[in-house]
């Protein structure tokens, strides 16, 4: 018997448990609970639409006229799988019912795609990036290479004369809040059709972008459709963290070896995944509705404001940052050159606030 020798190129400890750690080592020595400024939580209670659906969903479990197994299909419940799809339209983007796949979250999604793809194929990650594309790419033995973000392209990197097949974006960026207009996009898309490369697109924050040239979604870039996979979630959007619950969106147009991946997907899903919570998916149905929209936007526009007052701050003491425009976080340059391990230490130690290291 021998170990997955891939699982050693990992680090010890994941980011966001090192944080957590740190904090909770923090609290055992102060009677005052530090500021949370780090690990992407949310900290606004579920919208009443959302609650109300899982109670219901819940008492329909308890009776035998109404309880729900397994669900019918490996997509997801119908209601749910409509209420994307009506979202999309709402972009001026049509996604059918069959080329979404409700999961239990955004992370998951990004990690198990990758089954999709060999082991021999070049993965490029932008970097900074959320670390799960690293580490999925990592355990699958994958070479990997990373675009460069920084000051000079305003943490937004492009394409660059390299050959890769895998491409992961994300936009708004986690963690630099970059966003890509719809003329990158349009320039990273067609960068993949001439690789023959696929996109995973995380759009996990999408709900914060305004604006025209801001689209929420890579199929409203001509072409996309058949090189993307796009992978949202109700985490940020609708506090669904501790609900668990996301889908993806895998194109009937997208095939690569003369084999669809959108059926190649759904197969594999069937052999591993027996589907989100009825209830989570209940709760992510009414957070679509009119009236869970209208309810989400004051969770949404405070979110917002916490940005906007960060960036304020930042400002007012002259530290360089990007992001809080169309995300709810910012990026931002130590001082004095300072390390970011260092700079998190000295802020939760000296002010009591707690931050997420960058490096």
């Known amino acids: 018997m021998r170990l997955n020798e891939n699982l050693f190129r990992l680090k010890e400890e994941y980011l966001f448990s090192r944080v957590a750690r740190r904090t909770k080592e923090y609290e055992s020595r102060h009677k005052t609970p530090p500021v949370r400024l780090s690990i992407g939580d949310v900290t606004l209670p579920i919208v009443p639409a959302a609650v109300s659906a899982m109670r219901r969903a819940v008492e329909e479990l308890g009776h035998i006229e109404t309880f729900h197994g397994y669900g019918a299909s490996v997509h997801g419940e119908k209601e749910l799988l409509s209420a994307i799809s009506q979202r999309y339209s709402e972009w001026g983007v049509e996604v059918g019912e069959d080329e979404i796949f409700v999961s239990d979250g955004a992370k998951s999604d990004l990690g198990n795609l990758s089954e999709l793809f060999s082991g021999q194929n070049r993965v490029l990650i932008p970097d900074p990036v959320y670390p799960a594309y690293l580490d999925a790419n990592l355990l699958a033995g994958r070479e990997i290479l990373f675009s460069r973000a920084g000051e000079e392209n305003g943490f937004l990197p492009m394409p660059e004369e390299v050959r890769a097949d895998i491409l992961y974006l994300c936009s708004p960026n986690n963690p630099t809040g970059a966003a890509y207009t719809r ?144 995300s709810p976080y910012l990026w931002v340059k130590c001082p004095d050159n300072t390390s970011s391990e260092a700079f998190f230490e000295e802020l939760l130690e000296g002010a009591g606030v707690v931050g997420t290291p960058g490096s």
């Open 183 to 326: 003329e990158q996009l349009k320039v990273w898309v067609d960068y993949a059709k001439k690789q023959n490369a696929v996109i995973l697109f995380d759009a996990a924050y999408e709900c914060f972008l305004s604006g025209e040239n801001f689209p929420h979604t890579i199929y409203a870039v001509e072409g996309a459709k058949e090189c993307a996979i796009e992978i949202c979630s109700f985490s940020k959007m609708a506090g669904f963290t501790g609900v668990r619950c996301g889908y993806s969106v895998v194109p009937r147009a997208l095939v690569r070896e003369n084999r669809s991946l959108r059926r190649l997907w759904e197969r594999r899903q069937a052999a591993k995944f027996n589907g989100a919570s009825y209830i989570s998916q209940m709760g992510a149905a009414a957070v679509l509705s009119k009236e869970g929209q209208r309810q989400l936007a004051s969770r949404i526009g405070y979110y917002r404001n916490n940005a906007k007052i960060i960036a304020e701050c930042l400002s007012s003491v002259g530290l360089w940052y990007t992001g809080g425009a169309q």
